[in-house]
């Protein structure tokens, strides 16, 4: 390849010298070409092909439970008794609203109605509850929460004597 540069270079001259005007054909015209060495300059770059697998997700959605139970609840204010003993029944409650139904909540709940010595509808924590007043200071609690989106609800039941 060196050898073939260096002819054409040399046969180029040699044109370049006629067309100026020389005389004479014969002369000689020799150039030395510098070696060149080809470098690459760019970084190697290594390219990974990542393949990733389909994924599958299963949703599975919890079914909406239905279930009874009794929460204890003490320190009810402005009540005889303050230990009050709760029913709650659940009816197609969903996952999310499980925390309604939690003896935590149903205290809450309780203990505002306590507070407030209700007579009257109250509502509090989403629940509704309607007090049913019986032989002046006792008091049935009726306390439904209805969900918003689904047919889930929430019935408390209680009774409690208020003092004074």
Do not use: H
């Not at 439970?65 to 609840?73: A, E, L, M, N, Y």
């Amino acid at each position: 390849m060196k050898a073939i540069a260096a002819v054409s270079a040399a046969a180029l001259a040699s044109v370049a010298l006629v067309a100026c005007g020389s005389s004479d054909n014969t002369d000689t015209v020799t150039e030395v070409l510098p070696e060149t060495v080809t470098t690459d300059t760019a970084p190697a770059t290594t390219t990974e092909a990542t393949t990733t697998e389909a994924t599958t997700t299963t949703k599975t959605t919890a079914q909406p439970s239905t279930f009874r139970k009794s929460c204890d609840i003490t320190n009810v204010p402005n009540v005889k008794n303050p230990s009050v003993s709760v029913d709650v029944a659940a009816s197609d409650l969903v996952a999310a609203q499980a925390d309604q139904a939690s003896c935590a909540t149903v205290g809450s709940v309780v203990k505002k109605i306590g507070k407030q010595q209700a007579e009257i509808p109250v509502t509090t924590q989403g629940y509704r509850c309607n007090p049913t007043v019986y032989k002046q200071t006792k008091v049935r609690v009726n306390c439904l929460f209805r969900a918003a989106d689904n047919p889930g609800k929430v019935v408390l039941t209680w009774q409690m004597s208020y003092t004074g």
